[in-house]
């Protein structure tokens, strides 16, 4: 700024001059996109530019085009967790995503029923939830197409789904019932079920938190903790006179307000902090109705949302401030009506779905700019507050078109005042005439690491700190240029001058107390402000209330927080054309006119919040007392002595700013350089030690790993060993019903050679009595002797007869039980050579498995011995390099290094005759397992051979046996039995040969298995000693590289070669 003060205000006056809009000349055109039959394309083919009619970037509509052409109407939308991307479903369950910055859209399903509701914020980015008209809801990916789950539990349509801020779960809400959903595994994990005379309205997660809120038709809310499902509180039942009938829902960001509405236009704020009604806000009276509510988020509040959008019966959504309850900006019309809408997270974009079917996108910053157009002139009406005495008149604020007026506080208001009151920053909108709480060092930094850049305003910022040292130290630097930055946000160069004007001319003498308030400055005005109006004086120093109270205030902010952006332009073209004492002039005289509400407040609080807040205040008559001031104040007290003239900025170059304690900047300087190298030191331990943790738990993980592969051998093994166990007792569950089966046999047998030789005696008895019946004539002529004689013969032949097949019974008898004795004792002998057999292989393995651990162990000892060995030589080497060049100052140090080495020298040759015992004892154990192996061979040999000469004994035990009985059945005569007896002997024969000759089968097939069982793990420990080998091998090499990076940053300097001595 290079001009003298009248054109400083010409350029002021020039400014507030071409801030309207020219009226003539048509609006630009809409831009419009036919999806048509395309399955993916571009939005649009020009973005508009922010000037666009009424904020509409694009208008999207759906046709087919045929015999009969007709449009596709959208039902809803939803944007993603970023912002950019957009999900929209029609009526014919097409769904659609539409790519904001990449300018793309692509249909992603067709379901072919309408969805009810959809839900675009999963912790997968690229799956989406949509509810349809059969009552389900369905899980789709965006990029494969695929369905990915389906649930099914309501029994009437899904109004509302809600997503976690995490995006693992999901709650769905219905009118008889709300489910919530594991997003993981896509079941149910519990059920909210209501009465029917009850109904739900709608449930949902409370963000940035585990609650969940549930709302009733009866108006009844309640909040549940999420992870107990346990009931945290309910809302109370709002003032009487204020009751409503809650239809649709919204909740801010940070999850602090809670707004309801319904069929009324009034609006219920409450905090769910204190759990109770802070506001109502009053709609104008057109809105009949509230259909939608949806809170319009902003980059920069934190969380804290103050724009809210409340679509009405009318299809027109107005966006109020629900703290100044100021009607920013409205969308919609009577001839375009909004059906729904949804707002962007990142606050960039608004989705609205038109009463025709089509779907508008508008920017945020094109209504933003519409709606901060000069306002027209408002007609204030001032209200007696003391007439409103029910609770719901002091909550009550009207939504107008200008800035809300608050009363005055006084004593009987205190407790109205601190529930209107909410500790809140402004919106994006409303900025131009708004300021926040403050801006500080800290919150920049955390918009520079969360943006990479600062906005615009904070340019200017950047260009005075680098002016001065001092501007980067001084908190309140932003304060004082935020107006200048918004009057030239176009032009940053004339803005950094004019502020650099201001800071030379009108801020004189502020920064020699530096980092205090400007004490000598506050002191004029306190003196001032004396001499003219001793009461208020007296009144502010009462209550304690300092010029840093209710002066600096308006110094650092330079008004823009306490008045209009007309009034402060007609203010600085007076400050810039008087001497700068006016300046300070002006601030008292603005005490003086709010001398009124001054002498009511009676707390500090209060005196705060009045000069940190815009009040009923007529400039005009402030200006005018601004020049009595100057005109009526003694010289000894007049500022204008101690402050310079105007003096505008050199040319050719910026004068040098050094009105301030160097020593304390300097120092400030100093300090905060420290702490970043600090900060840098400690982010790179930090990483490191996330490095190493990283390693470790991969190592962890790993080693895992192998522990559970080895606890799956185990159990493998062990589930082997179950399964031949219970073969085991199949068989011989199985070997037992095959002998009682062959006992059936034998008794049957037995039966049948007892039926087939009562049959043969019969028939010789009929014989014989044939024939004594054709001798009897011959008999009969015998005298009685010889008829007596041959019944003794008779007789005698019948006894001898039993005599021999009692004979014959009971060596059958002897001989089965002699074959049983025999076929038991082979068994016996033959478990006993199994189990002696599965002992002997146990050891073996056993002693094989302890020998192969303590030789993995020893050589996983010694690699990891010798990696340190390694590793301390090259470290050794590297220190030697750095010894070399420090060897004349560190002669001391020198010979601890020798012995370090030395000793290092001695651990590994102790670690070389310790590897070469392992290995010796690794032979003898080797050696012993083959002698054993041996040992084990000759005693299966000398097994072999002891079960070939019992075979041998038995059949010639059996032979002696049949010829024995064959030499008394020829005696006898009877040939039949001497057959039978023959057959059997064969057939005992073959089954003792058979019975051995299996159970070797068995225990060479049991021995294969345990061998191939053995190659098997000897495998597999093979495989995991050269994996660790391999692993070993990977840690050599990153301790080698990590040695050759350090040496390349720190290249040792080269001296005479030294030789290290043991």
């Given at each position: 700024?290079?001009?003298?003060?009248?054109?400083?205000?010409?350029?002021?006056?020039?400014?507030?001059?071409?801030?309207?809009?020219?009226?003539?000349?048509?609006?630009?055109?809409?831009?419009?996109s036919?999806?048509?039959?395309?399955?993916?394309?571009?939005?649009?083919?020009?973005?508009?530019?922010?000037a666009?009619?009424?904020?509409?970037?694009?208008?999207?509509?759906?046709?087919?085009?045929?015999?009969?052409?007709?449009?596709?109407?959208?039902?809803?939308?939803?944007?993603?967790?970023?912002?950019?991307?957009?999900?929209?479903?029609?009526?014919?369950?097409?769904?659609?995503?539409?790519?904001?910055?990449?300018?793309?859209?692509?249909?992603?399903?067709?379901?072919?029923?309408?969805?009810?509701?959809?839900?675009?914020?999963?912790?997968?980015?690229?799956?989406?939830?949509?509810?349809?008209?059969?009552?389900?809801?369905?899980?789709?990916?965006?990029e494969?197409?695929?369905?990915?789950?389906?649930?099914?539990?309501?029994?009437?349509?899904v109004?509302?789904?809600?997503?976690?801020?995490s995006?693992?779960?999901?709650?769905?809400?219905?009118?008889?019932?709300?489910?919530?959903?594991d997003?993981?595994?896509?079941?149910?994990?519990?059920?909210?079920?209501?009465?029917?005379?009850?109904?739900?309205?709608?449930?949902f997660?409370?963000p940035?938190?585990?609650?969940?809120l549930?709302?009733?038709?009866?108006?009844?809310?309640?909040?549940?903790?999420f992870?107990?499902?346990?009931?945290?509180?309910?809302?109370p039942?709002?003032?009487?006179g204020?009751?409503?009938l809650?239809?649709?829902?919204?909740?801010?960001?940070?999850?602090?307000?809670?707004?309801?509405?319904?069929?009324s236009?009034?609006?219920?704020?409450?905090?769910?902090?204190?759990?109770?009604?802070?506001?109502?806000?009053?709609?104008p009276?057109?809105?009949?109705?509230?259909?939608?509510l949806?809170?319009?988020?902003?980059?920069?509040?934190?969380?804290?949302?103050?724009?809210?959008?409340?679509?009405?019966?009318?299809?027109?959504?107005?966006?109020i401030h629900?703290?100044?309850?100021?009607?920013?900006?409205d969308?919609?019309?009577?001839?375009?009506?909004?059906?729904?809408?949804?707002?962007?997270?990142?606050?960039?974009?608004?989705?609205?779905?038109?009463?025709?079917?089509?779907?508008n996108?508008?920017?945020?910053?094109?209504l933003?700019?519409?709606?901060?157009?000069p306002?027209?002139?408002?007609?204030?009406?001032?209200?007696?507050?003391s007439?409103?005495t029910?609770?719901t008149?002091?909550?009550?604020?009207?939504?107008?078109s200008?800035?809300?007026?608050?009363?005055?506080?006084?004593?009987?208001?205190?407790?109205?005042?601190?529930?209107l009151?909410?500790?809140?920053?402004?919106?994006l909108?409303?900025?131009?005439?708004?300021?926040p709480?403050?801006?500080?060092?800290?919150?920049?930094?955390?918009?520079?690491?969360?943006?990479g850049?600062?906005?615009?305003k904070?340019?200017?910022?950047?260009?005075?700190?680098?002016?001065?040292?001092?501007?980067?130290?001084?908190?309140?630097?932003?304060?004082?240029?935020?107006?200048?930055?918004?009057?030239?946000?176009?032009?940053?160069?004339?803005?950094?001058?004019?502020?650099?004007?201001?800071v030379?001319?009108?801020c004189?003498?502020?920064?020699?107390?530096?980092?205090?308030?400007?004490?000598?400055?506050?002191?004029?005005?306190?003196?001032?402000?004396?001499?003219?109006?001793?009461?208020?004086?007296?009144?502010?120093i009462?209550?304690?209330?300092?010029?840093?109270v209710?002066?600096?205030?308006?110094?650092?902010?330079?008004?823009s927080?306490?008045?209009?952006?007309?009034?402060?332009?007609?203010?600085?073209?007076?400050?810039?054309?008087n001497?700068?004492?006016?300046?300070?002039?002006?601030?008292?005289?603005?005490?003086?006119?709010?001398?009124?509400?001054?002498?009511?407040?009676?707390?500090?609080?209060?005196?705060?919040?009045?000069?940190?807040?815009?009040?009923?205040?007529?400039?005009?008559?402030?200006?005018?007392?601004?020049?009595?001031?100057?005109e009526?104040?003694?010289?000894?007290?007049?500022?204008?002595?101690?402050?310079?003239?105007?003096?505008?900025?050199?040319?050719?170059?910026?004068?040098?700013?050094?009105?301030?304690?160097?020593f304390?900047?300097?120092?400030?300087?100093?300090?905060?350089?420290?702490?970043?190298?600090?900060?840098?030191?400690?982010?790179?331990?930090?990483?490191?030690?996330?490095?190493?943790?990283?390693?470790?738990?991969?190592?962890?993980?790993?080693?895992?790993a192998?522990?559970?592969?080895?606890?799956?051998?185990?159990?493998?093994?062990?589930?082997?060993?179950?399964?031949?166990?219970?073969?085991?007792?199949?068989?011989?569950?199985q070997?037992?019903?095959?002998?009682?089966?062959?006992?059936?046999?034998?008794?049957?047998?037995?039966?049948?050679?007892?039926?087939?030789?009562?049959?043969?005696?019969?028939?010789?008895?009929?014989?014989?009595q044939?024939e004594?019946?054709?001798?009897?004539?011959?008999?009969?002529?015998?005298?009685?002797?010889?008829?007596?004689?041959?019944?003794?013969?008779?007789?005698?032949?019948?006894?001898r007869?039993?005599?021999?097949?009692?004979?014959?019974?009971?060596?059958?008898?002897?001989?089965?039980?002699?074959?049983?004795?025999?076929?038991?004792?082979?068994?016996?002998?033959?478990?006993?050579?199994?189990?002696?057999?599965?002992?002997?292989?146990?050891l073996v393995?056993?002693?094989?498995?302890?020998?192969?651990?303590e030789?993995?162990?020893?050589?996983?000892?010694?690699?990891?011995?010798?990696?340190?060995?390694?590793?301390?030589?090259?470290?050794?080497?590297?220190?030697?390099?750095?010894?070399?060049?420090?060897r004349?100052?560190?002669?001391?140090?020198?010979?601890?290094?020798?012995?370090?080495?030395k000793?290092?020298?001695?651990?590994?040759?102790k670690?070389?005759?310790?590897?070469?015992?392992?290995r010796?004892?690794?032979?003898?154990?080797?050696?012993?397992v083959?002698?054993?192996?041996?040992?084990?061979?000759?005693?299966?040999?000398?097994?072999?051979?002891?079960?070939?000469?019992?075979?041998?004994?038995?059949?010639?035990?059996?032979?002696?046996?049949?010829?024995?009985?064959?030499k008394?059945?020829?005696?006898?005569?009877?040939?039949?039995?001497?057959?039978?007896?023959?057959?059997?002997?064969?057939?005992?024969?073959?089954?003792?040969?058979?019975v051995?000759?299996?159970?070797?089968?068995?225990?060479?097939?049991?021995?294969?298995?345990?061998?191939?069982?053995?190659?098997?793990?000897?495998?597999?420990?093979?495989?995991?000693a050269?994996?660790?080998?391999?692993?070993?091998?990977e840690?050599?090499?990153?301790?080698?590289?990590?040695?050759?990076?350090?040496?390349?940053?720190?290249?040792?300097?080269r001296?005479?070669?030294?030789?290290?001595?043991?």
């Open positions: 700024m290079r001009a003298a003060s009248p054109a400083a205000a010409a350029v002021g006056g020039a400014l507030r001059g071409g801030g309207g809009r020219g009226s003539g000349g048509a609006g630009p055109r809409m831009e419009s036919d999806l048509g039959g395309r399955q993916q394309g571009p939005i649009w083919h020009r973005k508009p530019g922010p666009a009619r009424r904020g509409v970037i694009v208008n999207i509509i759906h046709s087919t085009k045929g015999y009969h052409s007709k449009t596709i109407r959208f039902l809803n939308v939803a944007f993603d967790s970023s912002g950019d991307s957009l999900l929209a479903g029609d009526h014919q369950g097409n769904i659609y995503v539409f790519d904001l910055n990449g300018n793309r859209f692509n249909l992603v399903q067709r379901t072919m029923q309408a969805c009810t509701a959809l839900a675009f914020n999963l912790r997968r980015k690229t799956e989406f939830l949509v509810a349809l008209a059969d009552y389900s809801i369905k899980c789709f990916d965006t494969t197409k695929e369905l990915v789950s389906w649930m099914r539990g309501h029994d009437s349509s109004s509302s789904i809600s997503v976690h801020s995006g693992r779960y999901a709650i769905t809400t219905s009118t008889d019932t709300a489910q919530l959903w997003l993981d595994t896509f079941q149910r994990k519990r059920k909210l079920n209501v009465r029917q005379s009850v109904g739900i309205q709608k449930v997660f409370l940035l938190s585990n609650t969940i549930s709302c009733f038709k009866d108006n009844s809310v309640f909040a549940w903790e992870d107990t499902l346990h009931c945290k509180y309910r809302l039942t709002p003032v009487e204020s009751v409503l809650y239809k649709v829902f919204a909740v801010t960001r940070d999850g602090r307000i809670f707004v309801a509405g319904g069929k236009n009034h609006l219920h704020l409450w905090c769910l902090e204190s759990k109770q009604l802070i506001r109502i806000i009053q709609m009276a057109k809105v009949r109705a509230v259909r939608h949806e809170f319009l988020p902003d980059r920069f509040d934190g969380g804290s949302n103050q724009v809210l959008g409340v679509l009405s019966q009318d299809n027109i959504m107005r966006f629900i703290e100044t309850c100021k009607l920013l900006f969308i919609g019309s009577h001839e375009e009506g909004i059906s729904t809408a949804a707002a962007s997270p990142n606050g960039r974009y608004i989705a609205s779905v038109m009463e025709n079917g089509s779907l996108l508008y920017s945020v910053q094109a933003a700019q519409e709606g901060n157009k306002p027209p002139a408002v007609f204030k009406v001032v209200e007696d507050w007439k409103c029910s609770e008149n002091k909550l009550t604020m009207k939504v107008t200008g800035r809300s007026e608050r009363p005055w506080k006084s004593k009987g208001s205190k407790i109205q005042t601190r529930l009151k909410l500790q809140v920053n402004t919106s909108e409303n900025k131009e005439n708004e300021l709480g403050g801006l500080n060092k800290k919150r920049l930094r955390a918009l520079l690491k969360g943006f850049e600062y906005p615009a904070y340019r200017t910022l950047s260009a005075l700190a680098h002016w001065s040292a001092i501007f980067a130290e001084t908190p309140y630097i932003p304060l004082l240029a935020f107006p200048f930055v918004k009057l030239f946000q176009n032009n940053q160069l004339i803005c950094f001058e004019v502020v650099a004007t201001v030379v001319n009108f004189q003498h502020w920064f020699e107390y530096f980092p205090n308030p400007p004490v000598n400055v506050l002191s004029m005005m306190e003196n001032i402000l004396a001499h003219h109006d001793k009461e208020l004086l007296q009144h502010l009462k209550y304690s209330v300092t010029s840093q209710y002066a600096w205030p308006l110094l650092e902010t330079l008004f927080e306490v008045l209009t952006r007309e009034e402060w332009l007609k203010v600085f073209d007076n400050i810039f054309s001497h700068p004492s006016y300046f300070l002039m002006i601030v008292v005289a603005y005490i003086i006119c709010s001398r009124a509400p001054l002498l009511h407040c009676n707390q500090t609080g209060d005196f705060e919040y009045f000069f940190h807040h815009r009040n009923n205040l007529d400039i005009n008559v402030v200006i005018k007392e601004a020049y009595h001031l100057m009526a104040t003694p010289l000894d007290i007049h500022p204008q002595r101690m402050l310079d003239d105007f003096i505008p900025l050199t040319k050719g170059q910026y004068p040098v700013f050094n009105k301030y304690p160097k304390i900047v300097d120092y400030q300087t100093q300090e905060r350089e420290r702490i970043r190298q600090d900060e840098i030191e400690y982010l790179r331990e930090r990483q490191l030690a996330h490095e190493l943790e990283a390693k470790a738990q991969e190592r962890k993980a790993e080693d895992e192998w522990y559970r592969k080895q606890e799956l051998l185990r159990e493998a093994e062990e589930q082997r060993q179950k399964m031949l166990l219970e073969e085991e007792e199949k068989l011989a569950e070997r037992q019903r095959l002998a009682a089966v062959k006992r059936e046999l034998k008794v049957k047998e037995l039966q049948f050679l007892d039926a087939s030789r009562r049959r043969f005696l019969k028939y010789q008895q009929d014989q014989r044939m004594l019946k054709r001798l009897d004539d011959e008999i009969a002529r015998k005298a009685s002797m010889r008829e007596q004689e041959t019944a003794a013969t008779v007789q005698d032949v019948e006894v007869r039993m005599e021999l097949e009692s004979q014959r019974q009971l060596f059958e008898q002897h001989l089965i039980k002699d074959q049983e004795a025999v076929t038991k004792e082979v068994k016996e002998e033959v478990d006993a050579h199994r189990r002696r057999v599965d002992l002997e292989d146990h393995q056993r002693l094989m498995e302890t020998d192969r651990e030789k993995l162990k020893a050589q996983i000892v010694a690699e990891e011995n010798l990696a340190k060995a390694e590793q301390k030589s090259i470290d050794i080497d590297w220190r030697l390099q750095v010894l070399h060049k420090q004349r100052d560190d002669q001391d140090r020198e010979k601890r290094y020798e012995e370090i080495a000793l290092l020298h001695d651990n590994g040759v670690e070389a005759e310790l590897l070469k015992a392992m010796e004892a690794e032979e003898k154990k080797w050696e012993e083959i002698q054993k192996k041996a040992q084990l061979e000759e005693e299966q040999k000398a097994s072999a051979a002891a079960d070939k000469h019992r075979k041998q004994f038995l059949e010639d035990k059996m032979n002696d046996a049949l010829e024995l009985a064959e008394l059945q020829r005696e006898d005569g009877y040939f039949e039995r001497l057959r039978d007896l023959k057959a059997r002997r064969t057939e005992r024969g073959v089954e003792l040969q058979q051995p000759r299996s159970g070797n089968i068995c225990l060479n097939d049991l021995s294969a298995s345990e061998s191939s069982s053995h190659m098997s793990l000897d495998r597999r420990r093979e495989e995991l050269c994996q660790e080998r391999e692993l070993m091998a840690v050599r090499q990153l301790r080698q590289k990590l040695t050759s990076q350090a040496r390349t940053r720190h290249p040792p300097t001296f005479q070669a030294t030789k290290w001595t043991p």
